[in-house]
C-alpha cells in the first residue's frame, strides 16, 4: 500500500478537541485489548504508529490518524476494562456515543472482536448501536494467530450469530502475523468508491 504520508492529530477527550470534520473518517471500536491500535499499525504498515500496550485501557482518548492527507482512522476508547471505575467507564461510553452520534464526517464504524472469545455484552451493545445509526456493521475479528484453522471456522460462525451479523461482512486478521491486511485495504477502496470518494489505496507491485 502506497502511504505516503501519514500524521497523527492529537487525542481528544472532548468534542472541542475533534479535528475539522473536513475529511472522511472510519472509526475502530472494540473492548480495550482487542487490538485496535496494532491492527492501525498493520493497516500503515507501521510498528508503533498508533500506541499498543498489554496494559489494557491504554487508549481513553479518541485518537485521529490520518492518511495521505485524504482520510482518517479513528482509534476509540476500549470498553469493558473491568479495573476502570464506573463513573468514568460511563464518562467514555458517552463520549464514544457522542462521536458517533455527531460526527458528520463518520463513514463508518468497524467493529473488533478477539477471535478467540465469545463477543461481550458490551460488544453485542455496541454493534446494535452501530446498526442502528446506520452504519455497515462490519466485523474484524483479531489475533486468529492464537487460533487453529478449525477453531477459526468455529469461532467465526459463534460471533456471527452471537452479533447476529446477518451476512455482513466479517474480516479475520492477525496483526502480529499480518493477515487480512490487503482484503481489508480492498474493502476499503470499495466503501470509499460507495460513498464517492476519490480515494484509493493501490497495492504494490511486490505486495499480494
Ligand atoms: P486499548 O488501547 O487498551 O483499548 O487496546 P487496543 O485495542 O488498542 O489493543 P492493542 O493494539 O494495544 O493490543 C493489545 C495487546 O494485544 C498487545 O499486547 C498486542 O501486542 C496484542 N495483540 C494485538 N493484536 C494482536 C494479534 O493479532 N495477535 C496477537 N497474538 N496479539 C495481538
Ligand atoms: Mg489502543
Do not use: C
Not at 494467530?145 to 456471527?160: G, M, V, Y
Amino acid at each position: 500500500m502506497k502511504i505516503r504520508q501519514l500524521d497523527f492529530l492529537g487525542s481528544a477527550i472532548g468534542e472541542e478537541q475533534f479535528p475539522p470534520a473536513d475529511l472522511p473518517e472510519i472509526a475502530l471500536a472494540g473492548r480495550s485489548n482487542v487490538g485496535k491500535s496494532s491492527l492501525l499499525n498493520m493497516l500503515t504498515n507501521r510498528k508503533n504508529f498508533a500506541r499498543t500496550s498489554s496494559t489494557p485501557g491504554k487508549t481513553q482518548m479518541i485518537n485521529f490518524y490520518e492518511v495521505n492527507g485524504q482520510f482518517r482512522f479513528v482509534d476509540l476508547p476500549g470498553y469493558g476494562y473491568a479495573k476502570v471505575a464506573k463513573s468514568k467507564k460511563a464518562a467514555w461510553a458517552a463520549f464514544i456515543n457522542h462521536y458517533l452520534e455527531v460526527r458528520e464526517n463518520l463513514i463508518d464504524v468497524f467493529l473488533l472482536v478477539d477471535a478467540r472469545h465469545a463477543p461481550s455484552e458490551d460488544d453485542k451493545l455496541m454493534y446494535r448501536y452501530i446498526i442502528e445509526r446506520g452504519f455497515s456493521g462490519t466485523v474484524v475479528m483479531t489475533k486468529t494467530d492464537k487460533l487453529k484453522q478449525s477453531e477459526l471456522a468455529k469461532q467465526r460462525r459463534l460471533i456471527e450469530q452471537q452479533l447476529q451479523t446477518q451476512g455482513r461482512a466479517v474480516f479475520a486478521t492477525s496483526a502480529s502475523k499480518t493477515k487480512g491486511k490487503y482484503p481489508f485495504w480492498d474493502y476499503l477502496n470499495q466503501l470509499f468508491a460507495s460513498h464517492g470518494l476519490d480515494i484509493k489505496m493501490e497495492r504494490q507491485q511486490e505486495e499480494k
